[in-house]
């Protein structure tokens, strides 16, 4: 069992690190984007109206794609405030530290929209314009992780799916919303 959580801090500080190095890199003014506090997350499977309860309490928006057939809910949620909420099969644990799992990530961030944009202008980044104003962007060397933002958003989100193409799709069309 602590074989599993200790892959799940681990990819979860990896794509925390991902996101720092996308912003700070040589040339970036830009503040740092969000860093998960993975030795105080702790992940539980829960039902989609945990979920629900959980998203009417934040004070922001807490995203996802959904309820999806033959799934598991896992949710972590971070003392710096990052929730994930990750998509399972039926037979993984929660704290499964394989990155193969349909993953989102809400983070309460100060200017989220200004952090993307600043990110997409970035070499190798790839930015994608979305209805609304929003703005999501992904670097070239690593496409599994999309993240997007829209004007007057309190959040910034991370799509990350072990295919780049499927990320790309969820938050292109319009899949990745908030929990009602």
């Not at 074989?3 to 799940?8: D, P």
């Not at 929209?113 to 980044?125: E, K, L, S, V, W």
Request: aromatic share 10%.
């Amino acid at each position: 069992m602590p074989r599993f959580r200790t892959g799940a801090v681990v990819a979860i500080a990896l794509a925390a690190g991902f996101v720092a190095w996308l912003v700070l890199r040589p040339g970036s003014n830009a503040k740092p984007l969000p860093q998960a506090t993975p030795a105080h997350a702790s992940p539980k499977i829960v039902a989609p109206g945990r979920l629900r309860a959980l998203a009417s309490t934040l004070g922001y928006p807490l995203y996802w794609v959904g309820k999806r057939a033959a799934t598991r809910y896992e949710l972590t949620r971070t003392a710096g405030g990052n929730t994930f909420i990750r998509y399972l099969p039926p037979q993984a644990r929660a704290g499964d530290g394989r990155p193969a799992f349909l993953a989102i990530g809400t983070y309460p961030v100060r200017d989220p929209y200004g952090q993307i944009d600043a990110a997409a202008r970035r070499p190798g980044a790839v930015s994608l314009r979305l209805p609304l104003g929003g703005v999501a962007v992904y670097d070239r060397a690593t496409p599994t992780s999309v993240y997007f933002a829209y004007p007057g958003s309190k959040v910034q989100v991370e799509v990350y799916d072990p295919s780049g193409r499927t990320a790309r799709r969820l938050v292109l069309t319009g899949q990745v919303v908030p929990i009602k």
